[in-house]
């Protein structure tokens, strides 16, 4: 089975624009949650999707929204961009609920300038 | 809510020789998991070992294991016979049993580096 994917692998972008990042989860994966890798906070949990409904969010600003398609797909979009949205995010699929284990995917580097 | 502890930032081990990496976390619950996650330089995240707190005997996986010490809340890893692949940075994670919670909360993660 392919692993998760994640598109783009790196991004450069400006302060004020926005970006989308793209995950495919593992084919039969139904959730698909959502983290913030940065040297200074660590990883952080950002959101989880299920059956193309948020089930789950952390204590992240509204500038950081996802959705999720009907093909389980996940996207996540972050606003007004900031400095500090500089980090590596991580997508990691599971089949459906906490007793699944999370596969990860090679993350999206977004580079804020 | 939950909190998960790696005081050790980094740890160093002689190829071949055995080290041991310790993780301790704070909850109130008492189903739930631990996850150990391993990330090389190429920062992909990768599942090392899984212990559900509901079991009493500690999950191996060829040359990696836990000592899970559910009263103490502590969960630490083992890997024997350290190879150069193992060079990474480890994450210890926590996830609740509760509702469909799939969040992980990660520990601040451990440098290991591998002494050829």
């Known amino acids: 089975k392919a692993g998760v994917t994640q598109t783009p692998r790196y991004l450069i972008k400006t302060r004020g624009q926005q970006v989308t990042l793209s995950c495919s989860p593992i084919?039969?994966?139904?959730?698909v949650s959502w983290y913030q890798q940065t040297p200074g906070q660590g990883l952080q949990f950002l959101f989880e999707?299920?059956?193309?409904?948020?089930?789950n969010k952390g204590n992240f600003p509204g500038r950081f929204s996802g959705r999720q398609f009907s093909n389980s797909r996940s996207e996540m979009n972050v606003s007004t961009l900031e400095l500090g949205d500089s980090a590596l995010y991580l997508c990691?699929?599971?089949?459906?609920?906490?007793?699944?284990?999370?596969?990860f995917g090679p993350g999206t580097r977004l580079t804020v300038l | 809510a939950q909190t998960v502890t790696q005081s050790q930032p980094e740890m160093s081990v002689q190829e071949a020789e055995t080290v041991t990496l310790s993780c301790t976390y704070d909850?109130?619950?008492?189903?739930?998991?631990l996850f150990w996650y391993k990330q090389p330089p190429s920062r992909q995240m990768i599942l090392v070992i899984r212990?559900?707190?509901?079991?009493?005997q500690n999950a191996t996986e060829n040359r990696f294991s836990v000592n899970f010490q559910k009263a103490a809340k502590s969960f630490s890893l083992k890997i024997s016979d350290s190879q150069l692949g193992d060079a990474a940075m480890y994450f210890c994670?926590?996830?609740?049993?509760?509702?469909?919670?799939?969040?992980?909360?990660f520990g601040k993660g451990i440098t290991l580096s591998v002494r050829p």
């Open positions: 990691a699929s599971s089949l459906e609920g906490a007793s699944d284990t999370q596969y």
């Open positions: 084919s039969g994966h139904r959730s």
């Open positions: 994670a926590y996830r609740s049993e509760e509702g469909a919670n799939s969040k992980l909360t």
């Open positions: 909850t109130s619950e008492s189903d739930y998991y």
């Open positions: 999707y299920f059956s193309e409904t948020q089930r």
């Open positions: 212990q559900e707190a509901y079991k009493q």
